[in-house]
């Protein structure tokens, strides 16, 4: 059997840094580590939305990512 264990968590916070030639968005990501394994995902997006409202830009999105090593249990 194989396990998931989480390595490594993170907040991602993504806002508009102006426009590209072809006239898109051009975005800008913040990432903030060290988060808690359990923290719940309602929790970090009120805290993404929070982070993003000091922010001089405007919010495009928040992203959690994991990072995990798969072991045999």
Do not use: P
């Amino acid at each position: 059997m194989i396990e998931q264990q989480l390595i490594k968590r993170s907040l991602v916070i993504n806002v508009e840094d102006g426009i590209n030639a072809d006239g898109s968005t051009r975005t800008k990501s913040r990432t903030y580590s060290e988060i808690k394994e359990d923290s719940a995902v309602e929790n970090l997006y009120a805290a993404g939305n929070a982070l993003a409202g000091l922010m001089a830009s405007n919010l495009v999105s928040i992203m959690l990512s994991d990072r995990s090593e798969l072991v045999e249990a």
